[in-house]
């Protein structure tokens, strides 16, 4: 396989359950799994998985977050739980609660197996909040502490709704294009797909489209925004499309949970077309810093631990995911075969990595300004206003970073 291509890490277990593709809501395929779903219920209910505690922190200790720490740590995530919000579910200790009414886990906020005197709440995004972006959810609800944010939502909200990067659990945006191998033998990139008149299925809005139009690597005669989610078009048409994705779903769960493909999928990273985007950041409001300071301090390595400790053994964070979705009784499927796969790809691609130092979760400002070159002629030219002379700083920051911390070389 030409290295521009991406190889998919082999799945280790049996097919699983037909399941809904992630990141819409939409009708699919498999109308009989959609049809069995209950509406959403109100209650909460206790959790039985989640980390054991081996000890309680001691005031004043590292691990201690009681006093400078708000009493709940409250994370707007960007979707439903899954394998890429990895590093807060591994954090939520036994005892936790998923209330069904406001998609929210909320239990005892765990690092390394130490009760930090806190608790956490995940709260998720997506429809979850009316697709409202991260940035304007924080802006709306101040109860919120941090929010999960692409950076180039952070670029592009930094003169409206200011938000601060403090650490990049995932080091790469797992965001694909993808196409069928069969159909197409000769692409390797998404340049090869701009080569061609094929149509290219995407979410409208995504920023990143802009790139690669402006950029010339696809055709504005080629791409439609129409993309919902659903395999349906790109089946009814014989894998003639190529369509947005995600290296960590549509790979596995078209191949093994859509029986009306079951085949593999080639596709490229948007990141290695040349748009260095962090996906998933944990992020404040950009005013908030001084208050939060010393809670930063001490939560952001413990965030960075627990994206290590998750990836090295997923299955306990894994199963809090699973009952959590399985809680809030919405049309997204998500199962244990698809995040396990999810956590192979994110290893086997360097989605989660250290990137070019040793440590995990902090910002390459190269990059960032890079990105910010991108953006800022794509968002003047949509009529959507950044702040004047934006740099790195203003959008992300290493200060809380533990640079001790990192994946082991020989993982």
Known sequence: ??????????????????????????????????LSLSACGNGSATGEGGQSVRQQAPAGDALNLRAVCP????????????????????????????????????GPLVASGVDTGVQLQIRAGGPAIGFQQVSAQLYADRSITLGMLNTDELVGQSATAPMLGVVAPLDLDPQIILWDPRA???????????????????????TFMGY??????????????????????????????????????????????????????????INDTGYPNYAN????????????????????????????????????AIDVMLAANNAYRSSFHYGRPLAEYAVRTMLALAIVGN????????????????????????????????????????????????AGVGLPANR
């Open 1 to 34: 396989m030409p290295s521009d291509t991406r190889p998919l890490p082999p799945p280790t277990l049996a097919p699983p359950p037909h399941q809904q593709p992630r990141r819409r809501l939409v009708p699919l395929l498999l109308t009989a799994t959609l």
């Open 212 to 269: 690669l139009l402006g950029s010339g690597i696809l055709r504005a005669s080629q791409v439609d925004g129409s993309y919902d989610g659903s395999p349906a078009t790109f089946v009814a048409r014989r894998g003639q499309d190529a369509v947005q994705g995600y290296a960590t779903n549509e790979p596995y769960a078209w191949r093994y949970e859509v029986p009306q493909w079951g085949k593999p999928l080639a596709y490229q990273l």
């Open 71 to 106: 009493p709940t740590v409250v994370v707007q995530s960007s979707w439903f739980p899954q394998a890429e919000h990895g590093a807060l579910y591994q954090m939520v200790g036994k005892g936790y609660r998923s209330d069904a009414k406001h998609k929210t886990v909320t």
């Open 355 to 402: 990137g070019s130092d040793q440590t995990l979760g902090d910002f390459d400002t190269g990059r960032i300004a890079k990105l910010i070159g991108i953006l800022a002629p794509i968002l003047k030219g949509q009529n959507k206003p950044i702040k004047d002379g934006v740099a790195p700083v203003d959008v992300v920051t290493n200060a809380y970073i533990d």
């Open 184 to 206: 197409h033998p000769d692409w390797n990139t998404v340049s090869d797909i701009g080569q061609t008149d094929v149509r290219v299925l995407y979410y409208s809005g995504v």
């Open 281 to 316: 950041v944990l992020g404040i409001r950009a005013s908030d810093r001084d208050k939060l300071d010393a809670c930063l301090h001490k939560l952001v390595p413990m965030v960075q631990r627990a994206e290590v400790e998750f990836v090295k053994n997923p299955a306990t």
